[in-house]
Nanobody
């Protein structure tokens, strides 16, 4: 089993930056795709960005050009560098790790962007 644990959320002013980190513990050998999702109050959880073990990335349109996803396969960590943050980026951000055909989710970290 795999347990992702997020860190790095917080309160930031619009235009600022934050970096989220996710460490995947447990049976981490050959975790495939890792990614970040977010859920704002009253909305469904949505994709932010994903990255494969080979570093192929996918970004949601609202974050393209502002967010960067990266990962460290040795440490089984994934990062999300968020720049030019907007109030609409406010949400709980969740880390997901795909392993043996199953998705494992973290508990989430709150990101709040003030205007």
């Amino acid at each position: 089993q795999v347990q992702p644990v997020e860190s790095g959320g917080g309160l930031v002013q619009a235009g600022g930056s934050l970096t989220l980190s996710c460490a995947a513990s447990g049976s981490t050998f050959r975790i495939s795709t890792m990614g970040w999702y977010r859920q704002a109050i009253g909305k469904q959880r949505e994709l932010v960005a994903t990255i494969t073990r080979g570093a192929n990335t996918v970004y949601a349109d609202p974050v393209k050009g502002r967010f960067t996803i990266s990962r460290d396969n040795v440490k089984n960590m994934v990062y999300l560098q968020m720049n030019s943050l907007k109030p609409e980026d406010t949400a709980v951000y969740y880390c997901k790790a795909d392993y043996n055909g199953r998705a494992y989710w973290g508990q989430g970290t709150q990101v709040t962007v003030s205007s």
